[in-house]
């Protein structure tokens, strides 16, 4: 099963770290990604790490502000967060998949590739 942590309220300009974290399965083996939704907004993918050359994944407009990278020996993937802009305020949640192009498929279709999802954590950015 995968915990999100590290959400929270946080200032504009401010930083935060997610981490994702599993005690089921070895996260390495996994495409893992991190995934937002706003109200009344869709979900959308932020960014994803895959497990067979560790390529890397950013939505455009979280480039250069986030930084996502792997702990194995924590079983952790952790989603760094600079420069926040209230326009990141979301529920931000992890999924995990077999399928390498959990990274790059469209955002709706994950939900079928998707091995396990977490229950997200809140991130707030406002002053």
């Known amino acids: 099963q995968l915990v999100e942590s590290g959400g929270g309220l946080v200032q504009p300009g401010g930083s935060l770290r997610l981490s994702c974290a599993s005690s089921?399965?070895?996260?390495?083996?996994?495409?893992i990604g991190w995934f937002r939704q706003a109200p009344g907004k869709e979900r959308e993918r932020v960014s994803c790490?895959?497990?067979?050359?560790?390529?890397?994944y950013y939505a455009d407009a979280v480039k250069g502000r986030f930084t996502i990278s792997r702990d194995n020996a924590k079983n952790t993937v952790s989603l760094q967060m600079n420069s926040l802009k209230p326009e990141d305020t979301a529920v931000y949640s992890c999924?995990?998949?077999?399928?390498?192009?959990?990274?790059?498929?469209?955002?709706?279709?994950?939900?079928?590739?998707?091995?396990?999802w977490g229950q997200g954590t809140q991130v707030t950015v406002s002053s």
């Open positions: 089921g399965f070895t996260l390495d083996s996994y495409a």
């Open positions: 999924a995990a998949s077999t399928v390498q192009a959990m990274c790059v498929m469209s955002a709706s279709q994950v939900p079928m590739v998707a091995d396990d």
């Open positions: 790490i895959d497990s067979s050359y560790g390529h890397t």
